[in-house]
């Protein structure tokens, strides 16, 4: 069973900077690809950038330029460093991935930027 904890949110000013970690556990694979999502209040979740096995990345359009994507597998891990956050980036944050066929999903972090 595959688990993805979230870490690193937290209430900045806008202008400012996070970084998100996504750790996991279990039965995951280095060539599984890991995407973060965020859900702002009212909204559908959607995608903000996802990250392959072999490093290639994408972002939704009004992230590009200011969050970056990464990866360790070694540590099972994946992060979304985010620069120049603006108050519509408030929202939670969840890392997934797809294994077996099956959506995994963290349980979410806040992420809240005043203005």
């Known amino acids: 069973q595959v688990q993805l904890v979230e870490s690193g949110g937290g209430l900045v000013q806008a202008g400012g900077s996070l970084r998100l970690s996504c750790v996991a556990s279990?039965?995951?694979?280095?060539?599984?690809?890991m995407a973060w999502y965020r859900q702002r209040q009212g909204k559908q979740r959607e995608m903000v950038a996802m990250?392959?096995?072999?490093?290639?990345?994408d972002y939704v359009s009004d992230v590009k330029g200011r969050f970056t994507i990464s990866r360790d597998n070694a540590k099972r891990a994946v992060y979304l460093q985010m620069n120049s956050l603006k108050p519509e980036d408030t929202a939670v944050y969840y890392c997934?991935?797809?294994?077996?066929?099956?959506?995994?999903w963290g349980l979410g972090t806040q992420v809240t930027v005043s203005s």
């Open positions: 279990g039965n995951i694979l280095s060539s599984n690809v």
């Open positions: 990250i392959t096995s072999g490093g290639v990345t």
């Open positions: 997934h991935t797809i294994t077996r066929g099956i959506d995994v």
